[in-house]
């Protein structure tokens, strides 16, 4: 089961959007709305930040969004803040032999 | 609160066998389905194996299917990974999650096994 693509690097300034992309297949992101983002940063667990494509569990800031086109889901952080630095993780349950499957992660950059 | 607290790393040679487990609190942990991810040093997050709330089911990636078994006692809350013939690309930080509708919710602090001669 190939991962799913992020991109390696973004960076942002304080106050700034970004955003991240994770491609993967009709078989993974495509299928199902079972996509879900976490954060983490050096030396500490990941932490959920988003759950089925657009949902925020509670205590997430709102400044944290998701959404989806075809086989491509997308997280965005609005309004950034030092504290977002971290790297973030892409993730897909895949019908194929019932798994699931992370992206490479993404390392957020506050300038 | 939700507490996932993994234990039973360490340093073991090639070929060796290392048991985890995971001890839940605040929460019913018959309720879920867990699941282990693990993350090689300086490398990514990988879904590692799946067990569902009675143990009828249990989903395992490629790349330990054979010589890891998962298991879990709902009376005592615990979590387990049975890892054999391990392999230098095993060395990890393995992690317990708390599967809610197939996303991971909740996250332990993570054990770190080393795969070593």
């Known amino acids: 089961q190939s991962a799913l693509t992020q991109p390696a690097s973004v960076s942002g300034s304080p106050g700034q959007s970004i955003t991240i992309s994770c491609t993967g297949t009709?078989?993974?992101?495509?299928?199902?709305?079972?996509v879900s983002w976490y954060q983490q940063h050096p030396g500490k667990a990941p932490e959920l930040m988003i759950y089925?494509?657009?949902k925020r569990p509670s205590g997430v800031s709102n400044r944290f969004s998701g959404s989806k086109s075809g086989n491509t889901a997308s997280l965005t952080i609005s309004g950034l803040q030092a504290e977002d630095e971290a790297d973030y993780y892409c993730?897909?349950?895949?019908?194929?032999?019932?798994?699931?499957?992370f992206g490479g992660g993404t390392k957020l950059t506050v300038l | 609160e939700v507490q996932l607290v993994e234990s039973g790393g360490g340093l073991v040679q090639p070929g060796g066998s290392l048991r985890l487990s995971c001890a839940a609190s605040?929460?019913?942990?018959?309720?879920?389905?867990m699941n282990w991810v693990r993350q090689a040093p300086g490398k990514g997050l990988e879904w590692v194996s799946h067990?569902?709330?009675?143990?009828?089911?249990?989903y395992y990636a490629d790349s330990v299917k054979g010589r890891f078994t998962i298991a879990r006692d709902n009376a005592k809350n615990l979590l387990f990974l049975q890892m054999n013939s391990l392999r230098a690309e095993d060395t990890a930080v393995y992690y317990c999650?708390?599967?809610?509708?197939?996303?991971?919710?909740?996250w332990g602090q993570g054990t770190l096994v080393t795969v070593s001669p």
């Open positions: 993730c897909s349950y895949s019908h194929i032999s019932s798994n699931w499957v």
């Open positions: 999650a708390r599967d809610d509708q197939y996303t991971f919710d909740q």
């Open positions: 089925e494509v657009s």
């Open positions: 605040g929460f019913t942990f018959s309720s879920y389905t």
């Open positions: 067990i569902s709330r009675g143990s009828g089911t249990m």
């Open positions: 009709s078989s993974d992101v495509g299928s199902y709305n079972l």
